[in-house]
């Protein structure tokens, strides 16, 4: 398996980072269940499978965490998003992405409705479990601090390839 460059990553890191995306993009999409209560195509079509991507997503997340471990000597250098601030943000993301799905987990089996993966009961129904409802209250105001991130995310990216640096948006490419 070919492992990142100095100067760019790898295919695997590429499809870890936009699958990523594109998983969260569809979790987002729960935002639009809270209009006219879901009663709409994407209410019933999209962000009825938010639990089931949430799912999903951690066990994605997890594999990519593993995968960028394995890669920190390879990572492309980039003087301009080696600072402080940019290594902060990278860890908040990836932080936030594992915190997500552990909330919303901790939402769904502290309030007694276990935990379903494909129609398979993971963890039962029982009953309800304060310690988790408290937790998994956090889910959604989680969920904006995840938006406001990514949208720095991709704010910086932006930035930097506006200011010159094409390398950068060209090595996730």
Same mark, same amino acid.
């Given at each position: 398996?070919?492992? $990142? ?27 639009? $269940? ?40 390879? *990572? ?10 940019? *290594? ?30 494909? $129609? ?6 029982? $009953? ?46």
């Amino acid at each position: 398996m070919r492992h $990142d460059q100095h100067h760019h990553y790898a295919t695997l890191t590429k499809l870890f980072h936009w699958v990523t995306a594109a998983l969260i993009l569809w979790q987002f999409a729960k935002f639009f $269940d809270r209009i006219n209560d879901g009663e709409h195509w994407v209410g019933e079509h999209i962000a009825s499978f938010h639990i089931t991507v949430g799912t999903v997503f951690v066990l994605l997340v997890i594999a990519r965490i593993l995968w960028a471990f394995t890669q920190l000597k390879h *990572r492309p250098v980039n003087p301009q998003s080696s600072t402080v601030l940019s *290594r902060l943000g990278h860890l908040a993301l990836y932080a936030l992405m594992l915190l997500m799905p552990l909330l919303g987990i901790c939402f769904m089996v502290g309030n007694g409705y276990g935990l379903k993966l494909f $129609d398979w009961q993971i963890v039962a129904r029982g $009953d309800e479990i304060p310690l988790l409802i408290s937790l998994g209250s956090l889910h959604s105001p989680a969920a904006w601090v995840l938006l406001i991130t990514i949208l720095g995310h991709v704010g910086m990216a932006i930035k930097h390839t506006l200011s010159g640096d094409k390398k950068l948006i060209k090595s996730m490419l």
